[in-house]
T-cell receptor, first 113, second 109 residues
Framework: ETGVTQTPRHLVMGMTNKKSLKCEQHLGHNAMYWYKQSAKKPLELMFVYSLEERVENNSVPSRFSPECPNSSHLFLHLHTLQPEDSALYLC????????????FGPGTRLLVL | DAKTTQPTSMDCAEGRAANLPCNHSTISGNEYVYWYRQIHSQGPQYIIHGLKNNETNEMASLIITEDRKSSTLILPHATLRDTAVYYCIVRVAGGKLIFGQGTELSVKP
């Protein structure tokens, strides 16, 4: 257990559905991250939040919408996804964004039909 | 792109030391070397990191060469549970973790 939890662990959705992924960290950190890991590919950084402000958006399509209501919670809202968006979505947190170790959650395995 | 080069795969006998190499010849003086591992379909797990000196914790040891162009992660007594993909990452300015393909370590009985 790393102190970072993600729900749901598995999700199947159609291309017209709207769903949300949730991440919660119990480590007292002030930075949170969303990563995407497609099959046989390295992790890709999607979004970075520091002190609840988005500080990075790595050219992610608008069908992915992050939300960080407080320093302990991070959401990824999904709408009109494509089958190629099927992947493992990972949340991480750290104490600060510079030179600090990131701790990852277990991930949400998403399948878009 | 990742600034590291790792072998694609390695095997290790259970109970023996696993030595995982990593080349990072273009590393800058203020960049750290981080190691994570990822067991199948789980989130990456932090192992260890270092700047210049060798480091040891309860999981592993990190040996960094004097010129800092390469490093080795050592798991002193590998178990079947250590089977995973191991990522060597150079922490670039601004703190981003850029993951490469890693080394797939198989620990065999």
């Amino acid at each position: 257990e790393t102190g970072v939890t993600q729900t749901p662990r598995h999700l199947v959705m159609g291309m017209t559905n709207k769903k949300s992924l949730k991440c919660e960290q119990h480590l007292g950190h002030n930075a949170m991250y969303w990563y995407k890991q497609s099959a046989k590919k390295p992790l890709e950084l999607m979004f970075v939040y520091s002190l609840e402000e988005r500080v990075e958006n790595n050219s992610v399509p608008s069908r992915f919408s992050p939300e960080c209501p407080n320093s302990s919670h991070l959401f990824l809202h999904l709408h009109t996804l494509q089958p190629e968006d099927s992947a493992l979505y990972l949340c991480a947190s750290s104490q600060g964004t510079v030179e600090q170790t990131q701790y990852f959650g277990p991930g949400t395995r998403l399948l878009v039909l | 792109d990742a600034k590291t080069t790792q072998p694609t795969s390695m095997d290790c006998a259970e109970g023996r030391a696993a030595n995982l190499p990593c080349n990072h010849s273009t590393i800058s003086g203020n960049e750290y070397v981080y190691w994570y591992r990822q067991i199948h379909s789980q989130g990456p797990q932090y192992i260890i990191h270092g700047l210049k000196n060798n480091e040891t914790n309860e999981m592993a040891s990190l040996i960094i060469t004097e010129d800092r162009k390469s490093s080795t992660l050592i798991l002193p007594h590998a178990t079947l549970r250590d089977t995973a993909v191991y990522y060597c990452i150079v922490r670039v300015a601004g703190g981003k973790l850029i993951f490469g393909q890693g080394t797939e370590l198989s620990v065999k009985p």
